[in-house]
C-alpha cells in the first residue's frame, strides 16, 4: 500500500459494465469529497474519457435525485485502448493537466486491473467494485449484485406462472459469463429445478434426465436457470432437450441486459454509500492500489495484489444446497 501526496482535488469515473448502485455510489464519493472540502471531478465516459480529458467538476446538486436511478450519470465504456501504454501516458497527462491528486474507479474486475496500471504510474487510486456478476476476490459483494438478482427473481417468478399453467420447462439464462453466481443464487431463492453454471461441467444427458424425473414426480413446472457462460450454449441446450423424449415442452428466455438496469435495490444502495464515503476517505488518509472491500459486514481497504491473487470461486456448499432444495 504506497502513500499518495495530499489530496485537494480527486477524480472519479464509472467503468465496464453498469451496474445499478453506480449512481449512488458516485453521489456518495461526490458528498463526502465536498463534505471534506477536496474538489471532485467527474470524468465521462470511463477511462476513455480519462485518456481524452472529458472531465467536468461536480457539486452537490450535480448529485441530486440520482440515488434512485440505474446506470450511471457519468457513462461507462469498456476502453480496450488503455491496456496500451500509450494511452496510460495519455491520461497521466490528463490528469496531471486537471490537478487531480486521487482517483475513485467504480467498476469490475477489468476496472480494477485498469486502476493498477495507474498506481503503477503513480496515482492515487481506490477502486470500488461494482458489477453485477459478483466475480472480484476481496468482497463479499460487489454494488449491483443484490439489484441483478431481484430482478432476475422477478422474472423467474412470472416464468414459473406460465410454466406451470401450461405444464412446460424454462431454460433461463442469467449473465455471467465466466461466473454462477447470479445463477445460483437465484436459483435457491426461485425453488429453480436445477441450475448450470459455468464452474461445474453440464452434461445435456442428465439435464434431461432431471427434467424428466421433475415431471415423473408430478411437478407442474420445471425451471433450469443456465448461467450465460455455460457449455454448450443455451440454444444448443434447448435443441438437445428438444429432441429427447420429455414430458414437458421446453421454452427458452434470455435475461439479458434488463438484469444491469433498473432502479438500485435499498442493499445496493447502501452498499454504494459506504463504498463511496470509504473510497474518499482512504484517499484523504493517502491509501491507493485498495479496494474498498465488504468484508463479514465492514468495509475495509483491500489492496489491488490481494484482490487480483485469487479467483473468487461459487460457494460449493450453496450449489449442492441448490439440488438438495430442489425436491
Ligand atoms: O460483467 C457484467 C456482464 O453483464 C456479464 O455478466 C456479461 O457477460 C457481460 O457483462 C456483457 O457485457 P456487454 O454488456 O458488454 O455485452
Redesign the pocket.
Given at each position: 500500500m504506497a502513500e499518495s501526496r495530499s489530496i485537494k482535488t480527486i477524480g472519479l469515473l464509472t467503468s465496464?459494465?453498469?451496474?445499478p448502485g453506480m449512481n449512488p455510489c458516485i453521489r456518495a464519493v461526490v458528498r463526502a469529497g465536498l463534505a471534506r472540502g477536496l474538489q471532485v471531478i467527474g470524468v465521462e465516459d470511463g477511462f476513455e474519457g480519462l485518456i481524452n480529458g472529458r472531465f467536468h467538476p461536480m457539486g452537490p446538486r450535480d448529485v441530486g435525485g440520482i440515488l434512485q436511478r440505474g446506470g450511471t450519470i457519468l457513462r461507462t465504456a469498456?476502453c480496450k485502448d488503455f491496456m496500451d501504454q500509450k494511452y496510460q501516458r495519455e491520461s497521466i497527462r490528463s490528469i496531471n493537466d486537471a490537478a487531480i491528486d486521487g482517483l475513485v474507479v467504480i467498476g469490475?474486475?477489468?476496472s480494477m486491473h485498469g486502476a493498477q496500471q495507474l498506481v503503477d504510474r503513480g496515482i492515487a487510486v481506490v477502486g470500488v467494485p461494482a458489477?453485477?456478476?459478483n466475480?472480484i476476490f476481496g468482497t463479499d459483494m460487489c454494488i449491483g449484485v443484490d439489484t441483478?438478482l431481484n430482478t432476475i427473481v422477478d422474472a423467474i417468478d412470472k416464468l414459473r406462472d406460465t410454466a406451470s399453467s401450461h405444464n412446460r420447462a424454462f431454460l433461463v439464462e442469467?449473465?455471467?459469463?465466466?461466473?454462477g453466481y447470479?445463477a445460483m443464487q437465484a436459483g435457491i431463492v426461485t425453488g429453480a429445478e436445477l441450475v448450470l453454471v459455468p464452474e461445474v461441467e453440464t452434461d445435456v444427458e442428465q439435464v434431461g434426465q432431471v427434467m424428466e424425473a421433475a415431471y415423473r414426480r408430478g411437478k407442474s413446472h420445471c425451471i433450469v436457470v443456465v448461467a450465460?457462460?455455460v457449455k454448450p450454449p443455451i440454444s444448443e441446450l434447448a435443441e438437445r432437450i428438444n429432441s429427447m423424449e420429455m414430458g414437458f415442452s421446453t421454452r427458452v428466455t434470455i435475461l439479458g441486459?434488463i438484469?444491469?438496469g433498473g432502479k438500485p435495490s435499498a442493499f445496493d444502495r447502501l452498499l454504494a454509500s459506504r463504498f463511496g464515503t470509504k473510497a474518499v476517505e482512504y484517499l484523504v488518509e493517502g491509501k491507493t492500489g485498495v479496494m474498498t472491500g465488504l468484508n463479514g459486514g465492514s468495509v475495509e481497504a483491500v489492496p489491488f495484489s490481494h484482490v487480483f491473487s485469487k479467483r473468487k470461486s461459487l460457494p460449493m456448499d450453496q450449489y449442492e444446497m441448490a439440488k438438495t432444495l430442489a425436491r
Open positions: 465496464g459494465g453498469d451496474a469498456r469490475g474486475d477489468g458489477s453485477i456478476d466475480d441483478a442469467t449473465m455471467g459469463r465466466e461466473s447470479l450465460e457462460g441486459h438484469q444491469r
